[in-house]
């Protein structure tokens, strides 16, 4: 508005500007053409497989490579890694892999800290290796699958390390336990219908809670110089022991020995004498005089001076020689 007055214009006097609205028309078709022809085509990786949803139902499985489909939304794609092992960690998580491996250093305790058998408590760390074996169940059978295998998990290892003492957990039954859970984990899938294999469970860490360690490693020590002290005291029994029962053994041997040698010998003079006096009762005087032959052929030979003398000799002094010795 001037001073003048308002400005008036004739809109019957205005054309639109020269738009190819054709050109527009044709160029819009064709990229939602071409938007449709790249929706048809989709790759599937070496390892995947490519579950295709049509109007939300499943209708197939398409292999690796090249593949085509409906466009969207009329058919939707969902890859699957069936030929890749997965894992999941509890307890942990590993933010890189390579020569050195970095963890998070998030507190995961909530799901680590378990209460074992005999009432105390133990930080277990594992991983859960697993393959999927059906697409369909592990897509579509279970809600939220990836969530629902970690609450899987953690309920099993909950359930075994609470049947079994906190000693078992840190030391001696720690395959045993890794076992007893991949076991009991793959029912709890099947019976799910997961489509999830489970390969194997490892138990990395197995630690009591930080705030007890020193009094845990203080009765590790406790433990182990016990162990020590009773393998030197076997050591020293198997050194003593067996060498007196060896030695026990020989003295009742050796007096056994004895005394089947004497009762022998007192057999033996028994029955020589009974012999002996058999023959003295039928003949007396040759007996007793072959008796004393013998004597004397058993006594003569130890003596070193021997004088003979008649029995009717007198004066026997002046003949001896006292001073001297007679060889």
């Known amino acids: 508005m001037d001073s003048k007055g308002p400005r008036v214009i004739d809109v019957r006097n205005l054309h639109p500007p020269n738009i190819p609205i054709r050109g527009i028309a044709i160029g819009v078709l064709i990229l939602i053409l071409a938007a449709l022809a790249f929706s048809t085509v989709f790759q599937v990786g070496a390892e995947e497989v490519g579950v295709i949803m049509r109007f939300g139902k499943y209708v197939g499985v398409r292999e690796p490579g090249l593949q085509f489909k409906l466009p969207y939304p009329v058919d939707q794609v969902f890859k699957v890694a069936v030929q890749r092992q997965l894992k999941s960690e509890f307890g942990f998580r590993t933010e890189g892999a390579g020569v050195r491996t970095r963890y998070s250093a998030a507190n995961l305790e909530d799901e680590s800290l378990m209460l074992t058998g005999d009432l105390n408590v133990a930080d277990v760390e594992w991983i859960a290796q697993f393959r999927i074996t059906d697409p369909y169940k592990f897509l579509f059978k279970v809600r939220n699958m990836e969530e629902t295998f970690r609450d899987m998990n953690e309920a099993v290892m909950r359930q075994v390390i609470g049947d ?29 219908e997961t489509g999830i294999r489970v390969d194997q469970i490892v138990l990395q860490n197995v630690n009591p809670p930080d705030e007890v360690k020193p009094s845990f490693n203080e009765v590790n020590q406790a433990q182990q110089e016990k162990e020590r002290r009773i393998n030197e005291a076997r050591s020293a029994f198997n050194k003593v022991i067996p060498k007196a029962q060896g030695e026990a053994k020989r003295t009742v041997q050796a007096a056994e ?13 028994v029955a020589a004498f009974s012999v002996l006096l058999d023959a003295y009762r039928r003949a007396p005087e040759v007996t007793r005089r072959r008796m004393y032959l013998e004597t004397m052929g058993t006594i003569y030979p130890n003596v070193k001076r021997k004088v003979i003398l ?17 060889k």
């Open 257 to 269: 020995g004895y005394a089947t040698d004497r009762v022998n010998r007192a057999q033996g003079d």
């Open 310 to 326: 008649d029995k009717d000799l007198k004066g026997v002094l002046p003949l001896l020689n006292l001073d001297g010795e007679v």
């Open 164 to 192: 079994r003492s906190v000693n078992e957990v840190l030391t001696i039954g720690r395959q045993e336990i890794a076992d007893r859970a991949e076991v009991l984990l793959q029912e709890l899938c099947d019976q799910y």
